[in-house]
Structure formats: structure tokens, C-alpha cells
């Protein structure tokens, strides 16, 4: 039996595309989703973009029929533009005001009867796909099956790569890999493992000894690191997570990092360290760029006085504090004198990095999980030659409005690059900004 579909105004801002998502089901779009999605075309942002992208398609598809009385899609679908069933009247005793979210619920609600009158087993079902949560929650009030748009997901539920794995392994093993300084992956499992991939080797007997490797670029065996991360422009690694991330922080050959965890876990600390060691100290980059996205990104950061440097401190303090505890600035105006006087650091909004081409630089994009997959596309896409970027953030602590852990740019990234070698990923698991920081992660 075939399905009808309605979509609400969030699934096409989020995927002009999702319209192909439904297989060869019926695809209703109500009219005030049209007046909703047209509101939004100004805008400068990544909704803006896919608000004109779905009015382009929807142009497009005119060609092949009326709307209003539903055309074929390339799956076997059909799209239709619904005007006749915007009656209110059975919805006005539970949900008296008419706003769109309850216009939108009432296209569903009216064919969902329509179908129901019809012969025995003639019906269809309808189904209403909304990422407003509470936008199902009435739906499923007014007995209205409902679901959340998935198909933008790059991964399930907390299956995102932690860019590590525990294994268990004989002493023998143990003994051989700190003997010959590597050991081949057959030795260990019949599993294959990702380039770049950590493996902590525990002793099986349960005694305390164990082992720290990263699996070569090949995936064939597994070596020690070779980055000596004992101290770090004064930071020391304080758990074996951040010793990972220091190994690919500051290894020339990984042009491209990711980095995950919680708030306190040291994403920015570590970065920043690993930058200026590697800019200011070995002269392996030019320049140190450091950015992140202003909510909404590409959006113009206002009317704020001042200069566009007074205009973004306050967006970019987070960036500034860690800097202040890098260069032991405790002075006001302290650490803006030492930046202006080195010249090779940058700190800039996202909003500014669009167009350029970026060679010879050490990148660092902080709260990368705000990015959806065209930004961060857009971002990588300006990584020059000899440059490295790293991209950190915590999917947990998103402020874009149509997006969520496993369907954003950061998380994209990590999944997409994990099979590849000039990429490596590592999620830090234990807050060290202080114990009151890390309680409140766990428990907040």
C-alpha cells in the first residue's frame, strides 16, 4: 500500500532534496509550507541557500504538470502541492490558534479522514514528517502518525567513531610490541581497523601492564607514537585521549583532524598549543588561523559598535581565555599586545573565511558541530597546500535549529573520512577543566 507523506517547512530548509526520500509514496506539500519556505529565500545563511534551491526545484518540476494535481518524480513518486484541505474546523476545539505548525497539522489531519472514509483497504496512509518535535507530539494528540525526518542522519544513535578502540591481548604480544616497536594487526584481530585508528592493548590477565599504538596509514600494523607530546607550549597531557590527540595534532602527514568531546575536555587548549608550537616555534606553518561560526553562520555578525575586532571579541572570547592561559597574560590589553606584536595569529569569525584560499596554515575551527555538511564542505574546500585544519566541537551542544548530533557537519566529517589516510579522528572522553566542570557534563 502506498503512503502519503506531508512534509513540514523544517524537513525542506534542512534537505531541499528530501522530496526524493519517500521512495515511490505520494509527497504532499501544504501551501503554507510554500509561503514559509519563500519567507526564508532572503536569508543570507544555509537556510536561505536551501530555501532557494527547493524553489528553483519546485519551478523545475512545473514543467511536468499542474502541482496542484501532483507530478512524477525520477523515484516513482509524485509531488503535490495541497490546496484543499486546509479546513481548520475539526482541529479549532483542541488547537484554537492558527499558526502554520497547526495549518500544517491540519492538511494531514483532513486527508488522514479523506482516506479513512474510503472503501476497505482502498485508503492510504498518511503520515506527517516533521523535526519539530512538538509539531508531533499534536500530531500524535490529534492521533496523526508522525515522524521525525532521518534520512540527513550520517550515523545511528551514539555510533559515532571514537577514532579508538580497547583490546584485550596476551603478554607475549605486550612484550613483543615494545621490543620490536610495532606489530602487525593479524597479530592482534581478524578485524580491520581504520588508518590512524588508536588501539590501547590491555593485558588479558588482567595485570596493569598495556600499550598505546596508532595504526599506520596501510592498516597493517600497529606502531608507537612518534610525537614526543611530554609538554606541549606548557600543556601536558593529562589522560590517554589527549595524548591521541596531541599524536595527530602534531603530526605534519595528518592534514586533517577531528576532535570531539565534551565542554573541559581540552579541544581548544590542546590546538591551540599544538599551533603554536608548530608556527611559532618549528616554523612548519605560516600563520595560526583560528575560527568559529557565528550563529547563524554566514549570517553578519550587526550593529554592534565598533570595529569588526570589537565586533567579534565577544563571540570569540572562548578562543581569547585559552590564549590569555597559553602566553600567561594576567595584564588587561596584555595578550592584545603580544598578537599584535607576533602577527602570525588570526582569530576570525567564519564569516570572513568564505572565498579565500588558505596555504601554509595551521587552521583551527572551533564549534565545528554548528556547521551543516554544505558549510563544512565549504570550509575544507578552502584548506590550501601545506596548510593543516582541525575541527573540534562537542554534537551534544548545538544551537542551529535544524540540526542535531548525528546530522552535522562535524559529525559528517568524521564519518566520511574515516577510512582515509590523510585524516585521523579522536573523541575525548574525560573533562580536565576541573571537577566541577566535569560533573556538571555528565550531569547537566
Not at 14 to 28: C, K, L, R
Not at 137 to 149: C, M, R, S, T, Y
Not at 192 to 200: K, L
Not at 207 to 212: E, G, I, M, Q, R
Amino acid at each position: 500500500m502506498k503512503k502519503i507523506y506531508v512534509l513540514d517547512t523544517n524537513v525542506l530548509l534542512q534537505d531541499p532534496n528530501s522530496i526524493y526520500a519517500f521512495e515511490d509514496n505520494e509527497v504532499v506539500i501544504p501551501a503554507v509550507v510554500l509561503e514559509e519556505v519563500d519567507s526564508k529565500k532572503r536569508y543570507m545563511d544555509e537556510i536561505g541557500r536551501n530555501a532557494r534551491q527547493f524553489s528553483k526545484m519546485m519551478d523545475s518540476l512545473r514543467g511536468k504538470g499542474k502541482l496542484h494535481e501532483g507530478v512524477m518524480l525520477e523515484n516513482g513518486g509524485v509531488l503535490r502541492v495541497e490546496l484543499n484541505h486546509r479546513s481548520f474546523e475539526k482541529m479549532k476545539t483542541l488547537f484554537a490558534d492558527m499558526t502554520n505548525d497547526n495549518r500544517i497539522i491540519a492538511v494531514a489531519l483532513n486527508l488522514m479522514l479523506e482516506e479513512q472514509e474510503k472503501e476497505l483497504g482502498a485508503g492510504n496512509e498518511v503520515i506527517l514528517v516533521s523535526k519539530d518535535a512538538l509539531v508531533r507530539v499534536k500530531a500524535d494528540a490529534l492521533g496523526i502518525p508522525a515522524e521525525d525526518f532521518l534520512n540527513d542522519r550520517v550515523v545511528e544513535f551514539n555510533n559515532v567513531y571514537p577514532g579508538y578502540v580497547e583490546i584485550y591481548v596476551d603478554t607475549e604480544i605486550l612484550n613483543r610490541f615494545y621490543a620490536n616497536q610495532e606489530i602487525a594487526i593479524s597479530e592482534l584481530t581478524k578485524h580491520p581497523f581504520y588508518p590512524h585508528q588508536f588501539i590501547i592493548m590491555k593485558n588479558a590477565l588482567g595485570s596493569s601492564s598495556s600499550a598505546l599504538g596508532k595504526v599506520e596509514p596501510d592498516g597493517k600494523k600497529v606502531k608507537p607514537f612518534i610525537m614526543d607530546s611530554e609538554q606541549v607550549w606548557g600543556i601536558k597531557a593529562r589522560n590517554v585521549q589527549q595524548k591521541m590527540a596531541f599524536e595527530l595534532l602534531l603530526r605534519e602527514d595528518i592534514p586533517l583532524v577531528t576532535l570531539i568531546g565534551k565542554a573541559g575536555t581540552g579541544k581548544t587548549l590542546l590546538s591551540l598549543a599544538a599551533g603554536l608550537l608548530q608556527t611559532e616555534d618549528l616554523g612548519i606553518y605560516n600563520k595560526l588561523l583560528v575560527a568559529r561560526p557565528i550563529i547563524p553562520v554566514g549570517k553578519d555578525i550587526g550593529y554592534l559598535p565598533g570595529e569588526k575586532e570589537e565586533k567579534l571579541r565577544p563571540w570569540m572570547q572562548p578562543i581569547y581565555d585559552n590564549l590569555e592561559y597559553l602566553f600567561n597574560a594576567k595584564k588587561p590589553g596584555e595578550l592584545e599586545q603580544i598578537l599584535a606584536g607576533m602577527g602570525s595569529i588570526q582569530v576570525e569569525a567564519l564569516t570572513y573565511i568564505r572565498g579565500r584560499s588558505i596555504p601554509d596554515q595551521f587552521i583551527i575551527i572551533d564549534e565545528a558541530q554548528n556547521l551543516t555538511k554544505h558549510e563544512v564542505k565549504t570550509i575544507l574546500t578552502r584548506v590550501g597546500e601545506r596548510s593543516k585544519i582541525v575541527l573540534m566541537g562537542d554534537p551534544n551542544q548545538i544551537d542551529h535549529p535544524y540540526l542535531d548530533e548525528y546530522n552535522n557537519g562535524l559529525t559528517y566529517v568524521v564519518e566520511k573520512f574515516k577510512d582515509q589516510t590523510i585524516s585521523a579522528h579522536v573523541k575525548l572522553e574525560k573533562g580536565e577543566r576541573s571537577g566541577l566542570a566535569q560533573l556538571a557534563a555528565d550531569l547537566l
